[in-house]
């Protein structure tokens, strides 16, 4: 890959569709793309076979792998390349299912695509250079499989820098265990739910004995975010099994602007004071 400019497929059989990503990602671009073209998966997966890019962008009505098929094989096959699913207006959801599993962004294919793909674009490559220099290093928390403390902040605050300068907003949610305390159970069954409700692309993290914390990129909704979380409390209270535990979280959702600190150790700090960050 020539790393004076990203290298880029694009995978998407809507020839309209293809023709207004070239232009978007053309010489009127500041970022230097060089995009190659394929109109379904097999070939496409063919061309990643034959040579490294730094991004995929994937259309998900393609002939030959509809729907989330088509990302689920090329996650596969190509677990660390950046993805950007493309979705049409209406099947919205398919993106989000490529979000939960994985997928850096999802972008709907309508009228505003091409004016902020070439931004998109930069910041998913960046965002998942970041997950893979990150993979394998001593940052997960044993008891629930979610990031530590470590992993959480060396992992956010790299992303918070990305984010200030492509001005993506951003939400952290803070989590506390209120009951019952000291329970390796409890725990566990507390990192599954914030699994469960956020995607794969958010940040979860326990940061300790009862302390949870998710940075949820791209998202500026908080309210839906807590309505989100509770229900699924709601659920696991209500539907647990005989074996399972009852939970009793408190959670706390906050705007915060990178461009006032990119450090999330800054921010942790302010939530453990019970105070919304300032902006």
């Known amino acids: 890959m020539n790393e004076t400019g990203l290298d880029?497929?694009?995978?998407?059989?809507?020839?309209?569709?293809?023709?207004?990503v070239r232009e978007a990602l053309g010489p009127a671009s500041r970022i230097a793309f060089r995009l190659d073209v394929e109109e379904g998966l097999d070939s496409g997966l063919k061309r990643l076979g034959e040579r490294p890019y730094h991004a995929l962008l994937l259309g998900m009505a393609l002939p030959d792998a509809p729907g989330i098929d088509a990302y689920l094989r090329v996650r596969r096959d190509h677990p660390d390349l950046a993805v950007v699913v493309l979705t049409s207006l209406g099947d919205e959801n398919v993106g989000s299912m490529a979000l939960d599993q994985g997928a850096v962004d999802a972008l709907v294919k309508d009228a505003s695509l091409a004016e902020g793909l070439p931004r998109r674009l930069r910041y998913a490559?960046?965002?998942?250079?970041?997950?893979?220099?990150?993979?394998?290093?001593?940052?997960?928390?044993?008891?629930?499989?979610l990031y530590n403390?470590?992993?959480f902040v060396a992992m956010a605050s790299p992303i918070l820098r990305v984010a200030r300068r492509m001005r993506t907003p951003v939400l952290l949610v803070v989590a506390g265990l209120e009951s019952p305390?000291?329970?390796?159970?409890?725990?566990?069954?507390?990192?599954?739910?914030l699994r469960e409700t956020f995607?794969?692309?958010?940040?979860?993290?326990?940061?300790?004995?009862?302390?949870?914390?998710?940075?949820?990129?791209?998202?500026?909704?908080?309210?839906?975010?807590?309505?989100?979380?509770?229900?699924?409390?709601?659920?696991?209270?209500?539907?647990?099994?005989?074996?399972?535990?009852?939970?009793?979280?408190?959670?706390?959702?906050?705007?915060?602007?990178p461009a006032a600190r990119?450090?999330?150790?800054?921010?942790?700090?302010?939530?453990?004071?019970?105070?919304?960050?300032?902006?």
């Open 8 to 20: 880029v497929l694009l995978v998407e059989n809507d020839r309209a569709e293809a023709r207004r």
């Open 125 to 145: 490559v960046e965002r998942q250079r970041l997950r893979t220099e990150l993979k394998g290093m001593d940052m997960l928390d044993e008891a629930t499989g």
């Open 149 to 151: 403390r470590r992993g």
């Open 181 to 193: 305390r000291g329970s390796a159970v409890a725990e566990r069954a507390a990192g599954g739910l």
């Open 199 to 257: 995607r794969d692309s958010d940040l979860a993290a326990r940061l300790g004995p009862g302390e949870f914390a998710v940075l949820a990129v791209n998202a500026n909704d908080g309210a839906t975010i807590s309505r989100r979380l509770q229900a699924r409390l709601r659920d696991h209270n209500t539907l647990k099994g005989r074996d399972a535990v009852s939970l009793k979280l408190s959670v706390a959702v906050w705007s915060i602007d």
């Open 262 to 279: 990119a450090d999330m150790a800054h921010w942790l700090a302010a939530a453990k004071k019970g105070k919304p960050p300032a902006k």
